[in-house]
């Protein structure tokens, strides 16, 4: 694992200001990605020794109840360290993404974007419009080239994939924006399975595939 999700993805999600799908990415690299949880817990004790140094103020009345509830919910950003991954389909899930497959991979929505890939949403959303979605790459085929309208993020759930940059296995994260055009293609060891989250649709780069950019909501 030689691609870490950057620093201030891990802040925004150890102080609560990640959107719930980008706390969900986070929390499921933490999950496979030692490295990143090292650099979490270095978070988590400076933020303990920085509020040592606040001056408390009145708590909310209803926060002990609002943490019960969220406990109950299952929110992803409280399950990076669960106890054991699910198994489905030959992939070891983590915890914190199980939860919104519980069925397995195969009864989720999956929808063909072109020959080879595949593409399915989760149901969660974040309040700036972030998405998550399961993507599918079949071995040696690649997404057509793109940009994008926003930032993506895609963790290598299974298998791995290239693009100029380097390649990606499992537990890597691949950080993209408007700045970088990039073609991943799935390695030829097997299929590839990633986890993406996306602030906006990607903007298709060659010839002929970006005449269909019109119609892009992804």
Known sequence: MTHAIADEFLLDHATGA??????????THLALNPAARWSYRQMESLG????????????????????????????GADLEHASMPVTTRDVRIPAPLAVYMRDGLDLLE?????????????????KQGDRAMLLRIAAGRAIPKHSHRGVELTLVLDGAFGDARGVYARGDVCAADETIEHQPTAELIGDCLCLVVSSGPV??????MRLLNPFLTR
């Open 18 to 27: 990640a959107s719930a799908p980008v706390s969900l990415l986070v929390a």
């Open 48 to 75: 303990g020794v920085m509020l040592d140094t606040i001056e408390p103020t009145k708590a909310d009345p209803d926060a002990l109840a609002k943490l019960f509830a969220r406990i109950d919910r299952g929110d």
């Open 110 to 126: 999956w929808k063909q974007l072109t020959r080879g890939v595949e593409e399915a949403p989760l149901d969660i959303h974040g």
């Open 203 to 208: 903007r298709l780069t060659g010839p002929f």
